[in-house]
């Protein structure tokens, strides 16, 4: 055999595992049938500002070791994703915190806040919340649910807020704080120089053919390796013989305006049913920049289907019984090891892409 990985993929789940697999000798051919690596996080710059493509992407974590191993292959500026949440001509900030509950009840203390969303939920009498509805009116009150949360949910995921699990809304963090940081992780920032650097760096020494689909491929690529690491979707991997996955998909529609600043923020998120995107995208706030003209991406959100790019899988119970059948398949491959967050069905946050990626190292190499 030529090489002894083929890695499907240059994503960043496989361009990790190609730079360990560099360092201890091994041989790897990368496929991808994108013109470009990087996968998702894939940026590309535009008249100085570097434009998330496939959605913003914020790298945040608290396990210093991903921390420091990413540090290795760029300098992260000091941003702080702090999303705006538009209701109408209503602004507030999220994630869910005083500053929300200050503008929405124009209250001042935590305890104001507490007991107004205690009186709000009082006369549902939920004890163990079924649904995303259940979940968000538990924590936050009848007003937060109604304004922020119910309109962009149903936009995001197609589906009534009653019929989506209470873990989707539960990633959110909610404070009795003055604290508009979105997330709790004790690291957070993006990469100055835009996330397709980074892969550049972890492929060198690794041979990378673009617009290579392997399953399109697989009898003349299945001759060139040992083994295969695939990143791509898991059930179309198995042709769909045991039924199709669902995801959701995105549509960004992007604009350059001939002004500065056009919304002052990076995100914000437009949470009325009426307005068909969920949010825009003003990437140049990402590194503060000082461009004259600015980029923007409206995000549409839509049910996706066979040719669509697969984002976030729709983890309901049939969907992760379906996955658990085409796991048990997957584990009888002798040659196959399947990763990353299309190979794994599972919505996976960059550092956490990272972390398996090193453990299949640890294990494999
Ligand atoms: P991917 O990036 O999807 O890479 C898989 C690659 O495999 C793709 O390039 C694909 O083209 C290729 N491929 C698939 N099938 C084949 C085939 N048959 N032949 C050849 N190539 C193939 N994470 C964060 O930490 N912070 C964020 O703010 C954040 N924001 C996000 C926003 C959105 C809208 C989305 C969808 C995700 C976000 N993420 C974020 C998650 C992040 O994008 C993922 O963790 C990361 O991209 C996963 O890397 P991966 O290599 O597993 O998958
Ligand atoms: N959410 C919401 N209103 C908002 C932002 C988020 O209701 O303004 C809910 C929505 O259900 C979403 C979930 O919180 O799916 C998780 O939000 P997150 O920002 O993590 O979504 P992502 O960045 O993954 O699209």
């Known amino acids: 055999m030529k090489y002894d990985y083929m890695i499907v993929g240059a994503g ?10 560099k360092k201890k000798g091994k041989n790897c051919l990368v496929v991808e049938k994108r013109g470009h690596i990087a996968g998702n996080i894939y940026t590309e710059e535009i008249h100085g500002i570097q434009v998330h493509r496939y959605g913003a992407h914020i790298f945040h974590t608290s396990d210093k070791r991903i921390w420091e191993y990413v540090n290795q292959f760029a ?4 941003y702080i994703n702090s999303p705006i949440a538009r209701y109408r001509d209503e602004l507030y900030n999220l994630p869910f915190n005083m500053n929300t509950f200050s503008k929405m009840w124009g209250i001042v203390t935590p305890e104001e806040a507490q007991k107004i969303i205690a009186d709000q939920i009082a006369d549902l009498h939920i004890t163990e919340p079924r649904n995303l509805e259940e979940q968000a009116l538990s924590l936050v009150g009848r007003d937060v649910y109604e304004k922020l949360i119910k309109g962009y949910t ?5 589906r009534d807020c009653r019929d989506l699990p209470a873990f989707i809304i539960k990633r959110l963090p909610l404070r009795f704080t003055y604290d508009n940081n979105y997330f709790n992780d004790r690291y957070q920032g993006i990469p100055i120089g835009g996330y397709t650097r980074i892969v550049e760096k972890l492929l060198e020494g690794a041979e990378v053919r673009l617009n290579t689909d392997y399953l399109a491929n697989r009898a003349e690529l299945d001759g060139l390796a040992d083994k295969v690491i695939y990143t791509g979707m898991i059930d179309q991997f198995y042709d769909y013989c045991l039924g199709v996955l669902e995801y959701r998909s995105v549509r960004f529609e992007t604009q350059e305006l001939e002004q500065e600043n056009y919304q002052g923020n990076a995100v914000v998120n437009y949470t009325e049913r009426e307005v068909p995107y969920t949010r825009i995208i003003e990437h140049k706030h990402f590194e503060f920049g000082k461009q004259p003209t600015t980029i923007i991406s409206r995000e549409y959100s839509s049910e996706w289907k066979k040719g669509d ?11 992760d019984s379906l996955y658990g059948e085409y796991r048990a398949k997957a584990k009888s491959e002798s040659r196959v090891i399947f990763g990353g967050r299309l190979g794994s069905y599972r919505y996976y946050d960059m550092d956490k892409v990272i972390a398996s990626a090193l453990e299949l190292c640890e294990r494999e190499l």
């Open 12 to 21: 960043l789940f496989g361009a990790v595992f190609a730079h360990e697999a």
């Open 75 to 78: 300098e992260f500026n000091q």
């Open 154 to 158: 149903e936009k995001q995921w197609g």
């Open 309 to 319: 790019e697969p984002y976030y899988p729709v983890n309901n119970e049939k969907n």
